[in-house]
């Protein structure tokens, strides 16, 4: 499936690497631990935002489409849309 070559830069082959110093696998636990904390911080920072509402991505949703979030019907009220030229539609 993978060559010789994508094993050894990771450090995972028997042979002796031709690079002088292969990714070692703490290194790697390391960066894909960075990435999912980075990942997961976005998510719950927008649950921060719109205030620990379990709609935070519905909420998110509405607001970068230009719309505004009635929070009493939980649902997406489109204040002007461009693109119509219609005023006060929902969905």
Known sequence: ??????????????????????????????????????????????????????DFLQINKCVEAGGRWNSKERRCEQVYDLKTRQEGTSY
């Open 1 to 54: 499936m993978f060559s010789f070559a994508f094993w050894s830069f990771w450090g995972l082959s028997e042979r002796r690497s031709n690079l002088p110093y292969p990714m070692p696998l703490k290194a790697i636990i390391m960066l894909t631990g960075t990435a999912i904390l980075i990942v997961c911080g976005y998510f719950f920072s927008l649950f921060a935002i719109h205030g620990f509402s379990p």
